[in-house]
């Protein structure tokens, strides 16, 4: 009988402390969406790239067009530059909620051996980070 109340204890307290809203820690979402962003460097996706920069009107497709040649331009310096980027890493993250801006420091490792820190303003538009 000692052993059922003990379970039965136990499995309240299990019960209770299952039931604890896990909070979602906005640093932690803005890291890993800037980091994505760059992972589209990467991975040569240049449109997604520049779609994860905040716009607050619509570009011309023009402009947009310069921003993704842009984002080539870059890729294609680091690589004559580093031997290119291989991989990228959030270092650290934080986030102001009052104002629904973050920074995003990421680490971009280079084919040569290098490494690099860059810091990436990111900004909450309509519950979604996108790079500033």
């Given at each position: 009988?000692?052993?059922?109340?003990?379970?039965?204890?136990?499995?309240?307290?299990?019960?209770?402390?299952?039931?604890?809203?896990?909070?979602?820690?906005p640093?932690?979402?803005?890291?890993?969406?800037?980091?994505?962003y760059?992972?589209?460097?990467?991975?040569?996706?240049?449109?997604?790239?520049?779609d994860?920069?905040y716009?607050?009107?619509?570009?011309?497709?023009?402009?947009?067009?310069?921003?993704?040649?842009?984002?080539?331009?870059?890729?294609g310096?680091?690589?004559?530059?580093?031997?290119?980027?291989?991989?990228?890493?959030?270092?650290?993250?934080?986030?102001?909620?009052?104002?629904?801006?973050?920074?995003?420091?990421?680490?971009i490792?280079?084919?040569?051996?290098?490494?690099?820190?860059?810091v990436?303003?990111?900004?909450?538009?309509?519950?979604?980070?996108?790079?500033?």
């Open positions: 009988m000692k052993k059922l109340l003990f379970f039965m204890i136990l499995m309240i307290g299990v019960g209770v402390t299952s039931c604890k809203k896990e909070e979602i820690d640093a932690a979402v803005a890291g890993n969406v800037a980091k994505q760059y992972q589209y460097l990467l991975d040569g996706k240049y449109e997604e790239f520049v994860g920069h716009q607050p009107d619509s570009i011309p497709g023009v402009y947009r067009e310069q921003l993704i040649t842009n984002a080539k331009m870059f890729v310096l680091q690589k004559e530059v580093h031997q290119g980027m291989v991989k990228v890493d959030v270092a650290k993250a934080s986030a102001d909620t009052a104002n629904h801006v973050a920074n995003v420091f990421l680490n490792a280079y084919g040569d051996s290098t490494t690099e820190e860059v990436v303003p990111m900004v909450l538009v309509d519950g979604n980070w996108m790079m500033k």
